[in-house]
């Protein structure tokens, strides 16, 4: 099997990238500035590109069974129709995409209120609207929605599906990595799902740090 992992410098990215030298997976590791990584592993190729550039990432897609896309950027949404357009053009339909929690106002209560607070204004806007250009399209996608990232190494989560309220107010990123890990390994694992992804027990208004 061979993964495109796109944004590959992230920090959830670097995690599942580690997770994945125990397994017999060639990594195809995209990003801007491409001299900040260097592979650990005769598995690993890094390839400096955009995931605006229909061509980088078309490119990129040669031989790739599964996307990982771990993006971020006030064009988000842009990325998002040039990663499904490159897709489409290859061929290649397995995608996991991280997204964010209330891209759908599926926070409840005050935890709601709050996240609003801190994410209206460019960013749940941004994420909505490039997880809508994901599930729009016709590749076997799983949109992620992470709760609030915590560096904590523990590996401990739940999953809450598209209609349900979300839980917990945070999660590892640890947490992430291993379910995204689990995703690549499984490619059937959840496709057309997306699913919020959280702590058990960290219910609350607000995270535990703020």
């Given at each position: 099997?061979?993964?495109?992992?796109?944004?590959?410098?992230?920090k959830?990215?670097?995690?599942v990238?580690?997770?994945?030298l125990?397994?017999?997976?060639?990594?195809?590791?995209?990003?801007?500035?491409?001299?900040?990584?260097?592979?650990?592993?005769?598995?690993?190729?890094?390839?400096?590109?955009?995931?605006?550039?229909?061509?980088?990432?078309?490119?990129?897609?040669?031989d790739?069974?599964v996307?990982?896309?771990?993006?971020?950027?006030?064009d988000?949404?842009e990325?998002?129709?040039?990663?499904?357009?490159?897709?489409?053009?290859?061929?290649?339909?397995?995608?996991?995409?991280?997204?964010?929690?209330?891209?759908?106002?599926?926070?409840?209560?005050?935890?709601?209120?709050?996240?609003?607070?801190?994410?209206?204004?460019?960013?749940?806007?941004?994420?909505?609207?490039?997880?809508?250009?994901?599930?729009?399209?016709?590749?076997?996608?799983?949109?992620?929605?992470?709760?609030?990232?915590?560096?904590h190494?523990?590996?401990?989560?739940?999953?809450?599906?598209?209609?349900e309220?979300?839980?917990?107010?945070?999660?590892?990123?640890?947490?992430?990595a291993?379910?995204?890990?689990?995703?690549?390994?499984?490619?059937?694992?959840?496709?057309?799902?997306?699913?919020?992804?959280?702590?058990?027990?960290?219910?609350g208004?607000?995270?535990?740090?703020?």
């Open positions: 099997m061979r993964v495109l992992i796109l944004g590959a410098y992230g959830i990215a670097r995690i990238e580690d997770n994945l125990q397994e017999d997976i060639q990594q195809r590791l995209f990003l801007r500035n491409a001299d900040r990584l260097t592979p650990a592993d005769p598995k690993q190729e890094v390839i400096d590109g955009s995931s605006a550039d229909i061509d980088a990432v078309s490119a990129a897609l040669k790739v069974d996307v990982y896309a771990n993006l971020a950027g006030k988000i949404e990325q998002a129709k040039t990663v499904v357009a490159a897709m489409d053009k290859t061929g290649v339909k397995r995608l996991i995409w991280i997204s964010t929690l209330g891209i759908y106002d599926e926070v409840p209560g005050k935890y709601g209120e709050w996240n609003h607070k801190m994410l209206d204004g460019g960013y749940l806007e941004t994420y909505g609207a490039a997880a809508k250009v994901i599930e729009a399209s016709d590749i076997d996608f799983t949109i992620i929605r992470p709760a609030w990232l915590t560096n190494d523990e590996v401990e989560y739940e999953l809450t599906k598209k209609g309220p979300f839980k917990g107010t945070e999660v590892s990123r640890k947490s992430i291993d379910f995204v890990t689990k995703l690549i390994l499984d490619p059937q694992l959840y496709v057309g799902e997306s699913l919020g992804v959280d702590k058990p027990g960290t219910d208004d607000k995270p535990a740090w703020y």
